[in-house]
């Protein structure tokens, strides 16, 4: 069993930065593919970001390549989202995501809201 923990949401002015952070319990950590989505209103969840356990490369949206790093401290079982020039359309509540099972996203975190104002 893996429990997510998001952090770090909040408001920001277009082009700020903001650094989301998601905790995870359990020993499966260190060898789970996370990721990042969002859900904007209205909209559905799309994904952000992710990173492998071993080689740790990233792959990103479109949408946020340039502006958004991903990155994992297995040492402390956290998955980060850092976010720069940060665009009105950027405001989505975003949730991190574990692959466990290495068959997709089967554990997800509650969400934190980022809302950007223009």
């Known amino acids: 069993q893996v429990q997510l923990v998001e952090s770090g949401g909040g408001l920001v002015q277009a082009g700020g930065s903001l650094r989301l952070s998601c905790a995870a319990s359990g020993r499966t950590f260190s060898t789970s593919r996370m990721g990042w989505f969002r859900q904007a209103p209205g909209k559905e969840r799309e994904f952000v970001a992710s990173i492998g356990w071993s080689l740790r490369i990233p792959y990103y949206t479109d949408s946020v390549k340039g502006r958004f790093t991903i990155s994992r401290d297995n040492a402390k079982n956290t998955v980060y989202l850092q976010m720069n020039s940060l665009k009105p359309e950027d405001t989505a509540v975003y949730y991190c995501?574990?692959?466990?099972?290495?068959?997709?996203?089967?554990?997800w975190g509650q969400g934190t809201q980022v809302t950007v104002s223009s």
């Open positions: 995501a574990a692959d466990v099972s290495n068959g997709g996203f089967d554990y």
